[in-house]
């Protein structure tokens, strides 16, 4: 019962370098999301998809861009990275629509580091 | 926008003793959800407990109890019988029930229990 995947769990980054964070779920989920997590400041809302084919902004998506990919797998991409986006990413997914009544499942987390 | 506060970022318990985290949020809305996520070491995300606005009665899940004061704009989570794998950063976090607007989470707060 894998639920929602991430890779990698850990990464650094030199200032510039681009990469993608991947996501996973095998919950037959509708809706994906991506969120960062920093000290002191809760998750905040990176990018999400309501749907297969949907993507939308969040509360903070500037550096970031992300593709839903199918309906399991939701990756998110930094072109050109920034110290700033040093955090711990978590993807999490819900059954129905992207409606907040709807609890949440998350992965483990990835930790970037961005020198 | 709709705001959450978690006004204690640290709390402490005496193992099997009950603790009280505090939560308040802000909003015009009359139907919404709240919910209470524990995370872990680990990192990963667990939905701890939810509660529907619409609904005077408090939820309870086995150990986990809320006090949800809806004039008053109050979701404080009681943990009885405090136990070691309690510990955790406990988010508290809002979302309204209508289109796609999305969770907004508090800071949390870092219980630890005393052996």
């Known amino acids: 019962n894998a639920g929602v995947t991430q890779t990698p769990k850990f990464q650094v980054l030199k200032t510039g370098q681009s990469m993608t964070l991947q996501c996973a779920q095998d919950?037959?989920?509708?809706?994906m999301y991506w969120y960062r997590q920093d000290p002191g400041m809760g998750l905040r809302l990176i990018y999400y998809s309501a749907s297969e084919g949907t993507t939308d902004k969040g509360e903070v998506p500037n550096g970031y861009n992300v593709s839903r990919l199918n309906k399991r797998e939701f990756s998110l991409r930094l072109e050109s990275a920034a110290p700033s986006q040093t955090s711990v990413y978590f993807c999490?997914?819900?059954?129905?629509?992207?409606?907040?009544?709807?609890?949440?499942?998350f992965g483990d987390g990835t930790r970037l580091s961005i020198l | 926008a709709q705001t959450v506060t978690q006004s204690q970022p640290e709390m402490s318990v005496q193992e099997a003793e009950t603790v009280t985290l505090s939560c308040t949020y802000d909003t015009s809305e009359s139907d919404y959800y709240l919910f209470w996520y524990k995370q872990p070491p680990s990192r990963q995300m667990i939905l701890v407990i939810r509660q529907e606005a619409y609904k005077q009665q408090n939820a309870t899940e086995n150990r986990f109890s809320v006090n949800f004061q809806k004039a008053a704009k109050s979701f404080s989570l009681k943990i009885s019988d405090s136990q070691l794998g309690d510990a955790a950063m406990y988010f508290c976090?809002?979302?309204?029930?209508?289109?796609?607007?999305?969770?907004?989470f508090g800071t949390g707060t870092r219980l630890t229990i005393i052996p």
């Open positions: 976090a809002y979302g309204p029930n209508f289109g796609n607007e999305k969770l907004t």
């Open positions: 919950m037959n989920h509708n809706s």
């Open positions: 999490a997914s819900t059954r129905g629509g992207a409606r907040s009544n709807q609890p949440q499942h």
